[in-house]
């Protein structure tokens, strides 16, 4: 049950949405040593406008895809959760699933979707962001919350802040300037989503993105989030 600890723990709904919110900084993380991991919660099983691949076969061009992504960032681990798309719950069994991984990995940062986001917003981003927050505080940090995992040895650990991609309130910025084409090439793997080769209409969409994150900074191109110091 114990694993060797990763600083970084990525906790995406889809396969894909990590490359959209925060490839660029775990490219970086990893040049600077960090150990990051990856939990995908749902299998993105209704994530496609084709009617004729069949969902079986889009979760497992999924998984492949997600698997390519965090090879190419270098991600130590691709943790697969494979709840159905569209049908998350912010449940005990789903807190429990995240608690756990928490304690096994012991993240000092967690990032994942803003769940605050208003009006049109994936209900899965919506319900991991919520799920993640209230995994990481107060049940992570807690003895007394599922009180199994301690009998199995998974001591309560405290993580010491969230990221959450996609804010409407961000906070704090990243200088993706030097990684941001491995994010393209992250991204670039999502063939099931983004076509065979990346748009130049959405290569520009993410460029100019990236450089309205970094207005103000003394870098050209930013990946923003609003972060959550967990100071209890
Ligand atoms: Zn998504």
Not at 197 to 224: C, I, V, Y
Request: with cysteine; hydrophobic share 40%.
């Amino acid at each position: 049950m114990l694993v060797k600890p990763a600083q970084v723990m990525v906790v995406t709904p889809h396969p894909d949405d990590a490359e959209f919110g925060v490839a660029g900084t775990v490219a970086r993380w990893v040049q600077e040593q960090k150990e990051v991991i990856y939990v995908v919660c749902t299998n993105g099983d209704k994530g496609t406008s084709d009617i004729n691949i069949k969902p079986e076969e889009l979760a497992k061009t999924r998984e492949e895809e997600q698997l390519a992504a965090a090879r190419l960032l270098g991600v130590r681990e691709v943790i697969f959760l494979r709840h159905p798309d569209q049908g998350l719950e912010n449940t005990p069994e789903f807190r429990k699933e995240l608690v756990r991984l928490i304690r096994m990995y012991r993240p000092e940062t967690v990032v994942t979707a803003d769940p605050y986001r208003r009006y049109v917003w994936h209900r899965d981003h919506r319900i991991t962001g919520q799920t993640v927050l209230d995994a990481v505080f107060p049940c992570a940090r807690d003895h007394l919350a599922y009180p199994e995992l301690l009998e199995e040895g998974l001591q309560p650990h405290k993580v010491n802040e969230i990221l959450f991609w996609a804010s409407e309130d961000s906070n704090y910025r990243v200088d993706i300037t030097a990684t941001f084409d491995l994010k393209l090439a992250a991204l670039s793997c999502h063939k099931s989503q983004v076509g065979d080769h990346l748009s130049p209409e959405l290569e520009k969409r993410l460029r100019n993105w990236a450089e309205t994150m970094a207005q103000g900074e003394d870098f050209k191109l930013a990946e923003a989030f609003h972060q959550v110091e967990i100071l209890w």
